[in-house]
């Protein structure tokens, strides 16, 4: 079940609805600034080939490529936990019933919390040791990229879903469903 087909029951439900909707709304934010890192990447790549027969090339293309590939990566780290397109097991929960199902959902809650924590707590270290530029990702006024804007949305991404697995644990508290995929690849 997806967020929009659950209906609340009472007050507290609700709160976690409009949460849990609001959520899923910008795990699709974040797909879509991952999609869009993708059409950037492809671009620059296309436009490296299409040059190559005229003796064209930019040096900036290559690093920039980097970057997005990065990007695209921790934007899209949200975006595919939020939005259940993760490596799910609810086929082999289910065998177990409803015992199962929630079984796996605290183990999964569990985990997921630990890795974002763990990912969370080097934030410190790694905007520290992030010294310097992305050499050649030059920007507009002519500077490079700062290396920290690398690890930005990695951090982003891995502060919303510890959001998410909170609301999630919320939501078993109070009674309300996981969220399932609409589809399962396998079905």
């Known amino acids: 079940m997806t967020p929009q087909e659950y209906v609340p029951e009472s007050p507290l ?16 934010v974040f797909g879509l600034l991952a999609n869009f890192c993708l ?26 490529t980097m970057v997005f590939f990065i990007w695209l990566s921790f ?27 929630a079984a796996t959902r605290i183990v ?18 790694v905007l520290a040791t992030s010294r310097g530029v992305f050499d050649g990702a030059i920007l507009p006024q002519g500077a490079e990229l700062p290396r920290q804007a690398l690890s930005i949305p990695l951090f982003v991404s891995a502060f919303l879903i510890l959001l998410a697995a909170l609301l999630d644990v919320a939501k078993l ?15």
């Open 13 to 28: 439900q609700r709160a976690l609805h409009r949460a849990d909707l609001a959520v899923w709304s910008l795990g699709g």
């Open 108 to 125: 999964s809650d569990v985990a997921t919390l630990v890795v974002v924590v763990v990912i969370l707590w080097q934030l410190p270290a």
């Open 173 to 187: 508290f109070a009674g309300m469903p996981e969220n399932v995929a609409e589809s399962h690849p396998e079905s």
């Open 39 to 64: 059409l950037v990447m492809l671009l620059l790549t296309a436009t490296t080939i299409v040059l190559r027969p005229f003796d064209l090339s930019f040096y900036w293309i290559w690093p920039w």
């Open 75 to 101: 934007f899209g780290f949200f975006a595919m936990y939020v939005r259940l397109k993760d490596v799910r097991v609810d086929f082999l929960a289910a065998r177990f019933g409803p015992a199962g199902m």
